[in-house]
T-cell receptor, first 117, second 113 residues
Framework: AQSVTQLGSHVSVSEGALVLLRCNYSSSVPPYLFWYVQYPNQGLQLLLKYTSAATLVKGINGFEAEFKKSETSFHLTKPSAHMSDAAEYFCAVSAPILTGGGNKLTFGTGTQLKVEL | ETGVTQSPTHLIKTRGQQVTLRCSSQSGHNTVSWYQQALGQGPQFIFQYYREEENGRGNFPPRFSGLQFPNYSSELNVNALELDDSALYLC????????????FGPGTRLTVT
């Protein structure tokens, strides 16, 4: 079964510092991996996706993630944090729905990013 | 292009009651998935609908049911509400064949008292 583990439920960085949010996956098939961001009282916004093309994936708002098969990781990074990046971030893996032929997303438990002045 | 919309935004119900949540999918999408996000948790897959039929279900009891309409919009119904049903309910739409890539609505916050 496909699953993801997010290390660190809370991460705090200074404005302008590097952001690194960790995600490790487990998958019996080549995975499709995603990062979503959730601002308070809002839904999920897709930041970026890995669908077996380039291993370095660029997303919106200056975020990127690198797929490393040898480490089963898909960590999210941003070179310079901005106050507006404060939010909760979820890593997700797509898994096939065995009975129906579609796909469902399995999410990690989330990482709350705090950006300090 | 119209994004995913959900209604209502917030809802307060009493234990034992029934509730219906609504979702309009993104233009061009034909598959709808529902997720439950409890406070402090990641979203959990409830079920998915395609061609007006349930396409798969997560670990949720039968009192969670749904519908999909010919225009691809969807409803989530929960009967006999329990306190633990309090959560943010998220609808996501996608295109069959690319249903790994899902786009989420703003969610409905359900509080059961």
């Amino acid at each position: 079964a496909q699953s993801v583990t997010q290390l660190g439920s809370h991460v705090s960085v200074s404005e302008g510092a590097l952001v690194l949010l960790r995600c490790n996956y487990s998958s019996s098939v080549p995975p499709y991996l995603f990062w979503y961001v959730q601002y308070p009282n809002q839904g999920l916004q897709l930041l970026l996706k890995y669908t077996s093309a380039a291993t370095l994936v660029k997303g919106i708002n200056g975020f990127e993630a690198e797929f490393k098969k040898s480490e089963t990781s898909f960590h999210l990074t941003k070179p310079s944090a901005h106050m507006s990046d404060a939010a909760e971030y979820f890593c997700a893996v797509s898994a096939p729905i065995l009975t129906g032929g579609g796909n469902k997303l399995t999410f990690g438990t989330g990482t709350q990013l705090k950006v300090e002045l | 292009e119209t994004g995913v919309t959900q209604s209502p935004t917030h809802l307060i119900k009493t234990r034992g009651q029934q509730v219906t949540l609504r979702c309009s999918s993104q233009s061009g999408h034909n598959t709808v998935s529902w997720y439950q996000q409890a406070l402090g948790q990641g979203p959990q897959f409830i079920f998915q609908y395609y061609r007006e039929e349930e396409n798969g279900r997560g670990n949720f009891p039968p009192r969670f049911s749904g519908l999909q309409f010919p225009n691809y919009s969807s409803e989530l119904n929960v009967n006999a509400l329990e306190l633990d049903d309090s959560a943010l309910y998220l609808c996501a739409s996608s295109l069959r064949g690319q249903s790994y890539e899902q786009y989420f609505g703003p969610g409905t916050r359900l509080t059961v008292t």
